[in-house]
T-cell receptor, first 114, second 115 residues
Framework: NAGVMQNPRHLVRRRGQEARLRCSPM?????VYWYRQLPEEGLKFMVY????????ESGMPKERFSAEFPKEGPSILRIQQVVRGDSAAYFC????????????FGPGTRLLVL | DQQVKQNSPSLSVQEGRISILNCDYT??????FLWYKKYPAEGPTFLIS?????DKNEDGRFTVFLNKSAKHLSLHIVPSQPGDSAVYFC??????????????FGGGTRLMVKP
């Protein structure tokens, strides 16, 4: 059973471009979470999704950021018109339910905005 | 406003000795606490947890202690091994069954275990 997969692992964008981060949850997991880790900080919750539904996006910036988890395919975190402050590691986690210990994290995507 | 704080950014310990990682929290609504371990270029992996109804939970070489009145918890690793070298994150939540939106992480402590 493959773990949570994220791609790309590293992404470089210039200011104003769009960044698309993908997350394939573990098989059988229907809950997906996105976290952001700024340099020298802990992870911060961004959004929680189930298939085709955004359950909680209270941690996501109101502008430029969006997330989806379609019926088929990976979950996508999209950042439009990136700025230097968006440079961070973005981690996706998936779980079969809402029990915290069952959240498995992917390896992360490191976004660098030049 | 950091609700979960790990005041030591790094800790160096000799192999075989005890490693003690500390974590403080401010939100009295937190009732469930977890420790995660993170290697470079990997995501965090769950290590051990504790509910506020307990003051200690043990799993092999890892023990977590909770002092609810002091809003303080600690992770003890004994004996420490070089493979334990990683960044350790403390996290807190109002409950163990949660949608993830209230999982609040500390800033992490980098543990280095020297052979």
């Amino acid at each position: 059973n493959a773990g949570v997969m994220q791609n790309p692992r590293h992404l470089v964008r210039r200011r104003g471009q769009e960044a698309r981060l993908r997350c394939s949850p573990m098989k059988g997991h229907s809950h997906v979470y996105w976290y952001r880790q700024l340099p020298e900080e802990g992870l911060k919750f961004m959004v929680y999704l189930q298939k085709e539904n955004i359950i909680d996006e209270s941690g996501m910036p109101k502008e430029r950021f969006s997330a989806e988890f379609p019926k088929e395919g990976p979950s996508i975190l999209r950042i439009q018109q990136v700025v230097r402050g968006d440079s961070a590691a973005y981690f996706c986690a998936s779980s079969p339910g809402t029990i915290l210990e069952t959240q498995y994290f992917g390896p992360g995507t490191r976004l660098l905005v030049l | 406003d950091q609700q979960v704080k790990q005041n030591s950014p790094s800790l160096s310990v000799q192999e075989g000795r005890i490693s003690i990682l500390n974590c403080d929290y401010t939100n009295s609504m937190f009732d469930y606490f977890l420790w995660y371990k993170k290697y470079p270029a990997e995501g965090p992996t769950f290590l051990i947890s504790i509910s506020s109804i307990k003051d200690k939970n043990e799993d092999g070489r890892f023990t977590v202690f909770l002092n609810k009145s002091a809003k303080h918890l600690s992770l003890h690793i004994v004996p420490s091994q070089p493979g334990d070298s990683a960044v350790y994150f403390c996290a807190a939540s109002p409950s163990p069954d949660n949608a993830g939106n209230m999982l609040t992480f500390g800033g992490g402590t980098r543990l280095m275990v020297k052979p």
